[in-house]
């Protein structure tokens, strides 16, 4: 019945676009992800169309689950009023010849191509920080504080003991990957910030040569890195980075959001700008 009352929105549309991504299934098997956007009377909406079987992983398999999709919805002159066509940067979506917004370009001459505003922001961010050795060293730093706790409900508790110790708090590590990655590296260099003094004391005591029972060699290994790390790095450039990807994981945020117009987007990257601009003076 939801189905239903959203394909009957659909055809009543005058003009939308489509948003795809690709996905794996739980057999290795490659699929497609087919979304729509419209405007209706409460606004924007973003919508599930449809999952499709990939058949061949290129531009010509794509296409034709897009239009399988289209087929199965019962929606036949979808070309005639698609205006927009956006999806993340793989060569294989955005090939100026033979990606998937080309072919498409070719049979709907007005169509719209853009690559995912959310996905171009993660992709300069992460360029960024292999151009700047401080914050390369700061994703390592991090990726190790996360493989450190992860699977180690004893390194955990740990923390934990040291923290009531200390009389400080302590956060759940976080992961540096997921969906909204920007959030999630915010997140992870804001709970080394706030639990600096806990982190340090804890990877002071795993490193030391005098603790009974002795840790494994990759663990002993791994929190001299972090040791080290932590003592000579800036702390000031960490509290700096946590600023910067505070605003830029509130850019990504907003990027994401379901009801984003093209004004929206562009006045909130140009407000970022000077956030990030602001923090320098």
């Known amino acids: 019945m939801e189905r239903e009352k959203l394909l009957n929105k659909i055809k009543q549309a005058r003009y939308f676009s489509i948003l795809i991504d690709g996905a794996t299934d739980s057999a290795t098997l490659e699929n497609e992800l087919i979304y729509i956007r419209f405007l209706s009377t409460e606004g924007p909406v973003n919508a599930y169309l449809s999952i499709q079987d990939i058949k061949h992983g290129n531009a010509g398999g794509i296409l034709d689950a897009i239009h399988a999709a289209f087929e199965e919805a019962g929606i036949s ?16 979506n955005v090939g100026c010849r033979n990606g998937v917004a080309a072919r498409l370009q070719q049979e709907v001459n007005h169509l719209v191509s853009i690559h995912c505003v959310a996905h171009r922001l993660e992709l300069g961010v992460v360029r960024a920080i292999k151009t700047h050795p401080k914050m390369e060293q700061k994703q390592v730093m991090l990726k190790r504080l996360y493989d450190q706790y992860h699977c180690s409900p004893k390194a955990v508790r740990e923390l934990h003991m040291i923290a009531e110790a200390l009389e400080e708090k302590v956060l759940k590590r976080s992961n540096l990957h997921g969906a909204r990655w920007l959030p999630y590296v915010h997140r992870a260099i804001k709970i080394v910030c706030d639990s600096y003094q806990v982190l340090l004391a804890h990877f002071e005591d795993m490193a030391s040569t005098e603790r ?3 840790l494994s060699a990759t663990v002993i290994g791994r929190a001299k890195q972090v040791t080290g ?10 509290h700096f980075m946590a600023d910067v990807l505070n605003h830029l994981a509130n850019l990504s945020k907003t990027f994401q959001k379901d009801d984003l117009t093209v004004c929206q987007a562009v006045e909130s990257q140009e407000a970022c700008f000077w956030d990030i601009m602001s923090l320098t003076l």
């Open 229 to 238: 790390y932590l003592k000579n790095y800036d702390v000031l450039f960490l």
């Open 212 to 214: 009974n029972p002795k």
């Open 77 to 92: 002159d979808w070309k005639e009023r698609l205006v927009g066509f956006s999806s993340d940067g793989a060569a294989v």
